[in-house]
């Protein structure tokens, strides 16, 4: 068997001396690394690994890459019968392929960049029964290795249709998305060579989604790190298949069915994140912010922007060119939607094109802006920086007293967006609330009185939002969760009582109602609410007695015996019931039981 030869491609390349110390080696069911000059068995195989240097970093190479070694093999005797390092050269091979011996591919894949190792192989990893030119069958064989690089080779689809060879790794772990815009550089060639497509010396900036040249850049790059070069090979169906590409730009034309080598750089991206996740407020960051705190919603914020519209006309400045720089409070809507919920997600001193679609701008309505005036449903783009900001102190900032006002704080501005009919942002407000008193282990006894008395308000003022936002489950849980502390707690039934009615459970609301006039027998909206769940129920019944006429009449089809059902006779009380309720429909108003002011 003749050594193959080929000179290796280093990924990086070789570190210093004091990058030599021993990193955490390969782990075999959970043994130490080796030391240099101690021999292990790998796992049960009889493959045995001596150290004989230390390697660099603590990646290793995987079944599929191709590596780069200096290998010596011997017999037992010390025969030598195959050597890389006669010549002077490396051998280059993919692993997995048995190229020397199958045994040395399990070997290397344990192995790190610059390590050397002497590995012993039975027969079954080594030449076996046939042996080969130099080696006597049934032989145990030794290679003394060293790993000089190796080339991270991927199978993007996983069907040969594009192999992707790591020729430098990328920086950090982040990979563009589909969103993302990327800037690249590439040079597309024919199997004899021919160039036939490539990118300025600047690179060529597109959004991954929208696509670009053919499928297989785009299904490469988003398993690229930023500064990685790759070289690609891609089969015609991820290319231009079976109808091949004309001349243009000065590159000559793709014959059909062709097989494409690229060179391939993904120099850098600008992360583009859905803001609203309705694809009508996104952020592309144009500069990365600092550390990993975002403003969040109530932080005290202060921004600089240039707004314009998509003809370019520019309809507000703040904080450029001299100006004072804007200062709001998010989530507070102080500035249009869009503006507001990307300010909450940006680092400080991070840049951003923000574009707003009207549902979170101006909307349908003229907006006078200080430098032109914006027309209905109009689109914007916002370049925006945070220059700073303050975060509302969490829960955990505060001792027990500073969390009981700031609850109580959060409760007042609650019941007054309530009041103006802003129940989204007031059920959020009573949700924070609640959020600052909701660890009873942390409060002495004279303050659980305190704060099981706030909770229960904001509990029952954010079923009061959610009746009116038409969330009849969110308010059944709330409602629930009051009567876990207090199970007559008559408003809490009430309401859960009208959100079963909404979500057709009669039953349960009626449980519920019985149990609030059992606490409190005279409650005029509790008993207006009974007559309209017993409106209800003679509806539901009159609709289930349809349905079974309907159903015993097919059922008698073509039966000449007439099926007669008999009604159910009425008690007095159902029957006057019945007559009240046709007769006088009420339907109790949701805000007749009021928010808790307390």
């Not at 195989?45 to 190479?61: M, R, V």
């Not at 829960?395 to 019941?415: S, Y």
């Amino acid at each position: 068997m003749e050594v193959e030869k080929g000179k290796g491609t280093d990924v990086s390349d070789v570190q210093g001396e004091d990058d030599l110390d021993e990193e955490p080696g390969e782990e075999i069911e959970s043994a130490p690394p080796l030391k240099v000059g101690e021999e292990r068995e790998l796992g049960n195989s009889g493959i045995k690994k001596k150290l004989l240097n230390n390697g660099i970093h603590w990646e290793t190479p995987e079944f599929g890459d191709e590596v780069t070694v200096h290998f010596v093999g011997t017999l037992l005797n010390g025969i030598k019968f195959c050597s890389t390092r006669d010549n002077g050269e490396p051998m280059t091979f993919k692993l997995g392929e048995g190229k020397v011996a199958k045994g040395l591919d399990n070997g290397i894949t344990t192995m790190k960049k610059g390590e050397r190792v002497l590995f012993t192989l039975p027969p079954d990893f080594g030449y076996g029964a046939e042996g080969r030119d130099g080696v006597p069958p049934d032989s145990i064989v030794q290679f003394d290795v060293e790993l000089l690089s190796w080339i991270t080779v991927v199978d993007i689809c996983k069907d040969g249709g594009i192999i992707k060879k790591i020729m430098e790794k990328g920086e950090r772990n982040e990979r563009p998305s589909d969103l993302d815009e990327v800037l690249v550089k590439y040079q597309v060639a024919l199997a004899d060579g021919t160039i036939v497509a490539k990118t300025p010396e600047e690179g060529y900036e597109f959004y991954v989604k929208d696509g670009h040249l053919f499928p297989a850049l785009t299904k490469a790059i988003v398993t690229m790190k930023r500064g990685e070069k790759v070289k690609l090979i891609v089969q015609p169906k991820y290319a231009f298949g079976d109808k091949g590409k004309e001349a243009t730009d000065g590159f000559p034309s793709i014959p059909p069915n062709s097989v494409l080598n690229v060179e391939l750089e993904l120099v850098s991206f600008k992360p583009v994140i859905d803001v609203t996740g309705d694809s009508k407020v996104f952020k592309k960051i144009l500069k990365e912010g600092e550390g990993a705190l975002v403003a969040n919603e109530g932080a005290a914020v202060t921004i600089s922007y240039i707004a314009w519209l998509e003809d370019g006309t520019v309809f507000e400045r703040k904080g450029v060119d001299g100006g004072q720089p804007l200062e709001f409070i998010t989530d507070e809507e102080q500035v249009i939607p869009g503006l507001d919920r990307a300010a909450a997600t940006m680092k400080k001193g991070e840049q951003a094109l923000l574009t707003v679609s009207p549902e979170y701008g101006f909307g349908s309505v003229v907006a006078e802006r200080d430098l032109a005036v914006v027309p209905p449903s109009s689109n914007l783009v916002y370049e925006v920086e945070m220059l700073d900001f303050v975060k509302e102190k969490a829960p955990w900032e505060l001792n027990n007293q500073e969390k009981i006002e700031a609850a109580g704080k959060k409760k007042e501005e609650g019941n007054i967006l309530f009041k103006d009919g802003n129940y989204q942002r007031a059920g959020k407000k009573y949700d924070k609330a609640v959020d600052y008193v909701s660890e009873d282990g942390l409060f002495q006894d004279d303050e659980q009185k305190q704060i099981k008395a706030l909770r229960i308000s904001c509990w029952l003022n954010g079923a009061a939002c959610s009746l009116k936002l038409s969330d009849f489950w969110g308010a059944i849980q709330l409602c629930s969760k009051v009567l876990d502390f207090e199970s007559h707690n008559v408003k809490a039934l009430y309401r859960r009582a009208q959100a079963y009615m909404k979500t057709s459970d009669l039953i349960s609301a009626e449980m519920d109602i019985k149990k609030a006039l059992e606490a409190d027998p005279q409650n005029r909206e509790v008993k207006l609410l009974q007559k309209t769940l017993r409106q209800l129920q003679v509806e539901s019944n009159k609709r289930d007695a349809k349905l079974f006429t309907n159903m015993f009449a097919r059922m008698s089809k073509g039966s000449s015996m007439p099926i007669k059902i008999a009604e159910p006779e009425k008690s007095e009380e159902a029957a006057a019931t019945e007559r009240e309720c046709v007769a006088e429909p009420s339907t109790p108003s949701e805000d007749r039981m009021a928010v808790d002011q307390s």
